[in-house]
């Protein structure tokens, strides 16, 4: 594909692909049927009723329950279907608009029946490999455990392999068009893998240091840390301190973080995130694999051996998404012989917010009093 990005002001292709998208979506290979206003099965991550596109003053809006704010425009419509970034999404929608720099930004070709589909992005894995292989296992004084048990978890027992850290993660945000970075920061690393181990994608959780009341003698800092909070350059809007990057268009469908091996008895606890995952392994006991989200839950690739299976929900409102996708799952599990529980907490949260209550002392006075009033 030509590097259109460079060559072509995202403002103009925006407008020229207004009022177009049906076209360019088909284009792209969406099928029509996909684009009639009603809700259906996502062309993305599938599904049976969470997606509807209703291309609101023409900018391709659409909904979809399993995608980051719940919709978007005809930009993040391309960006689910490819998983990719704006500035791929803006390429494909560029060469399909038939887009150059020799005509000025004016569209040379016009979008109406079905083109051929656009080829995904090339493989990634060796970008991906280098930047785990930048980063360092976990251990005790790191950032990665800084904040983790910020968060309210022990990490007192073995570290999860499948975590790293990162000491200095570039973050790259678009700004006019172009990719600009925002600095070097601390980060989470997560490898996310198939089932024979091959790396599909990395999750990144970018963090920040902040630095609490001298100690010890020598007057030093002990920092904590938290997610990081950017805002955009340009527009001032909230960037998100988690990424995840693939190694090519799907690879990430059916897999997960793998945060602990299933067991000697084939058991396996599975949650949502990453830090719901961990709080589940500290409440449960059990090995536990993260799928990073409701979609990931839902269509996860269960592993041989299994014979136990623990799915974690997390208790969403108003919608219970992650209920929906538990059950998903467990109604799959169950067919392929596995011995399923489903548990979720009794409020809207997840296990880690059912970890930092049980960690309070009235919640453990309160579960005392209960105990002995039951004897």
Known sequence: MNDTSKLINADNVRAEAQHRWPGILTALGVPPEALSNKHQPCPACGGRDRFRFDDKDGRGTFICSHYNNGGGDGFHLVQHLFDCDFTAALKYVAEVLGLTASD??????????PQKRVEPPKDRLAILTNLWNESQPLSESDAVIGYLRGRGLAMAADMPQMLRYHPALPYWVQVNGQWRQQGNHPAMLAAICDLDGHLQGLHQTYLKPAWAK??????NHRPTYSKLNLHHPETGDTLPAK???????????????QL???DEKGRLCVAEGIETALAARELFGLPVWA????????SLVLPDGLKELLI???HD?????????????????IKQGVRVQLWQPDEAGDALDELCKRSRPAWRIVQQLNTESAN
């Open 317 to 333: 409102e108003p919608r219970p998404i992650g209920y929906e996708a538990a059950h998903g799952l467990a109604v799959r599990a």
């Open 214 to 219: 001298p100690y010890g003698d020598n007057g």
């Open 104 to 113: 000025g930004g004016k569209t040379v070709m016009p979008v109406s029946a």
């Open 243 to 257: 990424k995840m990057q693939s190694r090519y268009t799907g690879s990430l469908t059916g897999h997960a973080v």
């Open 291 to 298: 799928c990073l989200s409701a979609g990931g839950l839902k």
């Open 260 to 262: 602990f091996p299933i």
């Open 312 to 314: 974690v929900a997390d």
